[in-house]
């Protein structure tokens, strides 16, 4: 069981885990302002650890991107001790990344998962010019099922590299509610709160809008056979979502139940007079 610090603390290394389409750059931006810059290792830097001193990377005490467990935990001197993330609806999530294949030739997933960066050039020059019904006919849309689990897993471990989507379920499962902190992008503002709660941070911060699919029509209306597809493709990912509704929904009650009781609770100075 991986064990993680109940709350955040100056000494701890933290990671906030970008899956891909989950609304996670506005959540990166936000963290990445709660640490000096100079304690916030940018992409380059993980990129070209040789570049730079061991220093660098021991002080460090924040990253995020989409780096999947294999590359910085075997990049980088010191390994994180504090992992967040967020997840999506999974069809909101399939019909997102659909929309992104369109503009994105170089999708982190796709050569990521696949270690096969043409591949991901090849994909956006077909979807490109196909509907969304097209694509799940074709084979190129099987690299994205269950997306989201197989990321999270990917994300956390370097073991599990031959396992089925039914196999990963309960590994991703584990590995979530293991997370001392994570976001639903359909929670957005909550899950906000909760970050900032584990993290100690009482700083206001401004609103924030997560990012839309800057190319998918206004209009847009998916077909009732598309849908059905969808969901068959993302059976696992339904399952660890709503597994992490139930849990999100639990954590968040007790955040607001304490907030209360805080709120509600005498001075300490009456309880020692009493």
Request: charged content about 20%; hydrophobic content about 35%; proline content about 5%.
């Amino acid at each position: 069981m991986k064990t993680y610090p109940q709350q955040w603390t100056q000494k701890d290394f933290v990671y906030f885990l970008h899956i891909p389409k989950t609304a996670g750059t506005s959540v990166a931006n936000l963290l990445t302002g709660m640490f000096p810059q100079e304690r916030v290792l940018t992409h380059y830097q993980i990129n070209n650890v040789r570049k730079h001193e061991p220093s660098l990377f021991m002080n460090a005490r924040f990253f995020y991107g989409h780096f999947t467990h294999d590359v910085y935990a075997t990049r980088l001197p010191r390994k994180p001790n504090v992992v967040l993330t967020f997840l999506r609806d999974p069809v909101q999530h399939y019909i997102s990344t659909f929309f992104h294949l369109k503009i994105d030739p170089t999708f982190t997933y796709t050569s990521r998962l696949t270690d096969r960066k043409a591949l991901a050039t090849e994909i956006h020059d077909f979807v490109s010019k196909c509907s969304i019904e097209e694509f799940l006919e074709s084979e190129y849309s099987r690299l994205y099922d269950n997306f989201q689990t197989r990321y999270l897993v990917r994300g956390l471990s370097s073991s599990y590299l031959d396992c089925s989507d039914v196999q990963l379920l309960p590994v991703a499962q584990k590995m979530l509610l293991e997370l001392p902190c994570f976001g639903l992008t359909e929670r957005f503002e909550d899950s906000l709160e909760l970050i900032r709660d584990y993290m100690h941070y009482q700083r206001p911060v401004a609103p924030i809008k997560h990012n839309q699919a800057r190319n998918k029509p206004k209009s847009f209306s998916l077909s009732d056979t598309a849908l059905a597809a969808i969901e068959r493709r993302t059976a696992m990912d339904r399952q660890l979502y709503a597994l992490a509704s139930l849990a999100f929904d639990s954590r968040y009650q007790a955040f607001v139940q304490r907030r209360s009781d805080e709120q509600v609770a005498p001075p300490a100075a009456n309880l020692a007079s009493g």
